[in-house]
């Protein structure tokens, strides 16, 4: 059940990784939310949407 639950969490956060790839931000914002979305693999793609995605 683990190992689900970690490919649902490392599919989401390249979801989102590719999602703020392909915006239209600036690069160095992009680079930030990257780590912060490899850095907190469930909180970090919550906050980008919530916060980052306008």
Do not use: C, H, Q
């Amino acid at each position: 059940m683990s190992r689900l639950i970690t490919l649902v969490v490392v599919i989401v956060d390249l979801i989102v990784i590719f999602d703020i790839l392909k915006g239209n931000k600036d690069m160095e914002k992009k680079i930030l939310w990257i780590i912060a979305v490899i850095f907190l693999p469930i909180l970090g793609p919550i906050l980008y949407y919530v916060i980052g995605k306008k």
